[in-house]
């Protein structure tokens, strides 16, 4: 990482913003959009105008209030506070270090404030360059609670996660439905075919199946099977990129 932005990514993390002392940096320079606050809702105009300090000092109320960094060392605090406010976070470290599991809580926090926000909030769009990688992100999601939807070919999803693949083995041109577990204990039916309009998809098919997608809190693909047809109609507020550093620069855009 470039100096300069790990250097106010670290101090804007540990609460020591202070636009005075970073005023010889270009004010749209990479370190000064990384480690800039953004309001906490971004379709709440109140918190336009706000000071840096101000935003993160909010943020740091809500990440205690709904346990966000609870059981976390001070690295991992680091790392979801960071992600709680920051433009852009990157979160560094050695395999077996927990990455994944701050993924998830970073995950669970963003779905907490897009549950606050106007119409719940549009899903939370998680990816990765590998498979297994998504694979493990929509575990964690799933035992986290989270409604969680994940796309891309079945036949490459561990057994046990395919009732969350949308388009499970048997599947057939007609429109089938899974089961996705709810915070609170429940079900509530989820899509399970993977396609556009043009597919074999009736049209009421496919806008059920877009009405799931968007009922989930989250949705799981790789890089690449992010620019499936399905989510063309779809925005994304926030977005995670798990083992970012093994994807090609072209396949995270």
Not at 40 to 51: C, L, P, R, V, Y
Not at 241 to 246: I, L, S, Y
Request: net charge negative.
């Amino acid at each position: 990482m470039d100096e300069d932005v790990e250097r106010m990514l670290l101090g804007a993390a540990n609460g020591n913003y202070d636009s005075a002392r970073f005023r010889g940096y270009a004010q749209h320079s990479t370190e000064a959009i990384c480690s800039e606050a953004v309001p906490i809702w971004a379709s709440n105009s109140e918190d336009e105008g706000e000071s840096q300090e101000s935003i993160r000092d909010k943020s740091r109320l809500l990440l205690d209030k709904y346990n966000a960094l609870d059981n976390l060392y001070n690295s991992q605090k680091l790392a979801v506070e960071g992600a709680a406010t920051n433009h852009l976070t990157l979160i560094q470290g050695p395999p077996d270090t927990g990455k994944t599991m701050v993924a998830i809580r970073i995950l669970q926090y963003w779905a907490t404030l897009a549950s606050y926000e106007e119409g719940e909030g549009s899903p939370i769009l998680a990816t990765s360059d590998s498979n297994i990688a998504v694979d493990n992100l929509v575990e964690g999601c799933a035992n986290a609670g989270l409604r969680v939807i994940g796309l891309g070919r079945p036949e490459a999803v561990r057994p046990e996660l395919l009732r969350f693949c949308i388009d499970r083995p048997g599947a057939s041109s007609s429109y089938n439905l899974s089961t996705m577990d709810t915070q609170d204990g429940t079900t509530q039916q989820a899509n399970n075919y993977y396609g556009s309009p043009s597919s074999s998809l009736s049209a009421s098919s496919y806008k059920e199946k877009m009405k799931k997608m968007k009922a989930a809190q989250v949705i799981c693909c790789t890089c690449i099977g992010s620019e499936a047809d399905i989510l063309d109609s779809m925005s994304f507020e926030r977005v995670l990129v798990d083992e970012a550093t093994q994807a090609t620069e072209s396949a995270v855009l």
